[in-house]
């Protein structure tokens, strides 16, 4: 029977509820202590009782629907220094944890996988410093980890969906769908900018689910000439056909092929001064991230909460840990690392401009 952590870190997104509350009862169902590390990854670094809590089956009542996340999130600097792990290693050997389920994006998962690969130093540490005794030590010798995707931005690697991603475009929608209706009262132009620095998974769906008339994502840059040309010849056209509202939809990581952000406001004066549109600007910003989990989202950090902890029980030393994905609708198990490290190629070849290598990094998965 191992003791398991669960912990949500990084931005939060919705359904991290329902995933804290099945790693919850599915390790209480399997015979082993749950407990909640509050905070993110602070909750390790400063440890005790405030931030680390054994939690019960009547803990995580009622939590399914709640949006958020109850136990907490944060970005914590001190984890990215070795100090700070040092810590956490000593707070989680205290609280008896020898098994920890991390739901955050890639920069979480990162850490996670760090923690593991340092744990056999953290400890020995701990030890020649008298700061664990032998006992704790020979019981501790490993920590099992296991990550589960928590984003809204649907932006990991070697899963088709992270939890909070279905949610967060439900939530685009529902807003462009109230746009829609005044838009379309005063003929007016909306350009609605939603998150996605690096993927434009959002502002792609959003697009197609609202039928938007023009869309900018990080992946698809044009030269200022041709997204001005292409956009008001489409709105021309839908204009001249009746068509009395106009839906762009702008990613916050639209680019020029010259390298340069396009802003909301970009095109917006695109609209005003060659269509002559009355255009207004709609930020949607932290309204993407709030509400409850759409059912897809609840499900899928169910599914996925109770396979960590199975994972988490059949891990040996010798396995890398785990990243609990979906594909292809089947809830299955991939390499952490390979998840993260593929992830980061992505954005990094977006943030280079390298758009061929990104989509065939992509087209790989
Ligand atoms: P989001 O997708 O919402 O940005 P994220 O998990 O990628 O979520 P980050 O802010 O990148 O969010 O990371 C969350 C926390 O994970 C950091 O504040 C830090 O505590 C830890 N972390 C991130 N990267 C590392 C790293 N390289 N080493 C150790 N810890 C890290």
């Given amino acids: 029977k191992r003791n398991v952590g669960i912990m949500t870190s990084g931005g939060d997104a919705p359904g ?29 670094v400063e440890g005790g009782e405030d931030y680390i809590k054994e939690m019960k089956w009547q803990d995580v009542r009622g939590l399914l629907s709640e949006g958020g996340t109850n136990i907490g999130t944060a970005r914590c600097m001190e984890f990215k220094e070795r100090w700070g792990r040092l810590l956490g290693c000593k707070h989680l050997i205290e609280a008896g944890i020898d098994a920890l389920i991390v739901c955050g994006g890639d920069g979480s998962l990162t850490g996670a996988d760090l923690f593991r690969a340092e744990w056999p130093s953290l400890i020995q ?4 410093t008298n700061q664990i005794t032998q006992e704790q030590y020979d019981r501790h010798k490993h920590l099992y980890i296991c990550g589960m995707v928590g984003s809204i931005d649907n932006d990991m690697a070697t ?16 807003a462009i769908d109230y746009i829609d209706a005044t838009a379309s009262s005063h003929s007016r132009a909306f350009v609605v900018e939603v998150m996605g620095r690096h993927c434009g998974w959002l502002a792609l769906m959003a697009g197609i689910a609202t039928s938007a008339d023009y869309i900018f994502i990080p992946e698809k840059p044009s030269s200022s000439k041709v997204w001005q040309d292409q956009m008001c010849n489409i709105v021309g056209q839908h204009r001249a056909k009746g068509k009395r509202k ?10 020029t092929s010259d390298l340069q952000p396009i802003s909301c406001k970009d095109v917006k004066d695109v609209l005003v001064n060659r269509l002559g549109l009355d255009t207004r600007i709609t930020t949607l ?34 396995t890398p840990s785990p990243l ?7 809830i299955c198990r991939k390499p952490l690392v390979e998840a993260v490290e593929k ?7 977006i943030s280079e401009r390298d758009f061929e290598k990104a989509m065939s990094l992509r087209d790989s998965e």
């Fill in 159 to 174: 899963t088709d969906s992270t939890i909070g991603g279905y949610s967060s475009l439900e939530r685009i929608c529902k």
């Fill in 343 to 349: 992830t980061k190629n992505v954005a990094a070849a």
């Fill in 16 to 44: 991290m509820n329902a995933a804290v509350r099945a790693v919850v009862r599915a390790a209480i169902f399997r015979g082993c202590k749950a407990f909640a590390i509050k905070e993110g990854y602070t909750g390790l």
């Fill in 285 to 318: 910003g932290h309204v993407q991230r709030g509400g409850t989990a759409v059912a897809f989202d609840r499900i899928l950090a169910t599914l996925q909460g109770v396979e960590a902890v199975k994972a988490v029980l059949e891990l040996t030393p010798d």
């Fill in 324 to 330: 609990i994905a979906i594909d292809e609708n089947k």
């Fill in 125 to 128: 540490e701990l030890l020649e």
């Fill in 246 to 255: 106009t839906i762009v939809i702008v990613a916050e990581g639209a680019i």
